[in-house]
């Protein structure tokens, strides 16, 4: 009678579904408890729970101020003032953050041996002579990128990189469409770190000033402008850096939005100075290029001509001079005003 007790109580417990144990799980609440006191955790993690509780209570006191004043929480913060502890660590962020991004851009040797594995890893068309490759190689240039240049060249052979590409009916793409694509990249991010460290409030605009100091740093890095006279160097900034404004800035706000100028054709014209001119061999400097050398020299020398009274400004007499009085008066009344200085 006894075993056929046991047989039925352990056919039962097999049977009855498995559910919490009956026993306090005490050890989860010493752990909470341990961990809770920082207690067995290094510098770094100590400093880490640290600093999350000290923002755990900012934010706990301002979600009281905000209850407590019934109105619409604020979503204007006055910005630091000059020389203040908020400003001083605004600007500290900035610059490691700006450091850390320029780290990880190519640089021109990275370029070249990135073209270089492209080349010797590509395969021919016999049709048009391009040399494109398939997705095998695509991967392939990939690992010997990651192991010659580094990790940073990494995040351009991605397979979407890849297919943002035309293929072929093999299914290849041509390399350099893909290595155009991988310059530019690098040239836009270089362009956006450089007009960042300029932008003194980090509020993502450009004044004019901050402006002209951009484009007079990148004139030892232009080809085509690297012989231009020193008298000539802050003039030929200010016409450039009214280039942009002219046509970033059409409500005339006086301030550029840095995401716009990457964008526009005229940093792209300005970007082709960087090509190498034939001067040595007889040729001449390229005069449809806006930025010219050339042409800002021939804008300067218009102005210099209107400004009859050499005050640095043009009064609506002497902006109907130009072009033998083609303008309008609408359009001289509008653009009244125009100031040589800036």
């Given amino acids: 009678m006894e075993a056929s007790e046991e047989v039925d109580n352990a056919a039962a417990a097999v049977a009855a579904p498995m559910g919490p144990p009956n026993f306090p799980m005490v050890w989860v609440d010493q752990l909470c408890k341990f961990v809770g006191t920082g207690e067995g955790l290094g510098f770094e993690a100590a400093t880490e729970l640290e600093t999350r509780k000290y923002l755990l209570e900012a934010f706990d006191e301002r979600q009281q101020i905000a209850a407590s004043a019934g109105s619409i929480p604020s979503f204007y913060r006055k910005k630091p003032s000059e020389n203040s502890a908020g400003m001083k660590v605004q600007r500290l962020a900035k610059f490691r953050f700006l450091k850390k991004q320029a780290e990880a851009l190519l640089n021109a040797d990275d370029l070249d041996t990135m073209w270089v594995l492209l080349r010797e890893n590509c395969s021919v068309d016999e049709t048009s002579g391009t040399e494109k490759m398939n997705y095998e190689d695509f991967c392939h240039i990939a690992t010997l990128c990651t192991e010659q240049v580094g990790p940073k060249c990494r995040k351009f052979f991605s397979a979407c990189n890849f297919l943002k590409f035309e293929k072929d009916d093999f299914g290849r793409i041509a390399i350099l469409p ?165």
């Fill in 178 to 342: 893909f290595y155009l694509y991988v310059m530019r990249t690098v040239s836009l991010t270089q362009a956006r770190i450089d007009m960042s460290e300029l932008d003194e409030d980090g509020d993502g605009f450009l004044q004019p000033q901050e402006m002209e100091a951009y484009v007079r740093g990148l004139i030892p890095n232009l080809a085509q402008l690297r012989h231009i006279p020193s008298p000539f160097l802050s003039m030929y900034s200010r016409i450039a850096a009214r280039k942009f404004y002219f046509f970033c800035d059409p409500l005339r706000r006086g301030k550029l939005c840095i995401k716009k100028v990457l964008l526009s054709n005229c940093l792209a014209e300005l970007m082709e100075l960087h090509q190498e001119t034939e001067e040595e061999g007889g040729g001449t400097e390229p005069v449809d290029n806006w930025f010219s050398l050339s042409s800002a020299q021939r804008i300067c020398d218009t102005f210099l001509g209107l400004d009859k009274d050499m005050n640095g400004t043009l009064s609506k007499e002497e902006v109907h001079a130009y072009a033998d009085g083609t303008l309008t008066k609408i359009f001289i009344e509008r653009e009244s005003g125009i100031s040589y200085n800036g």
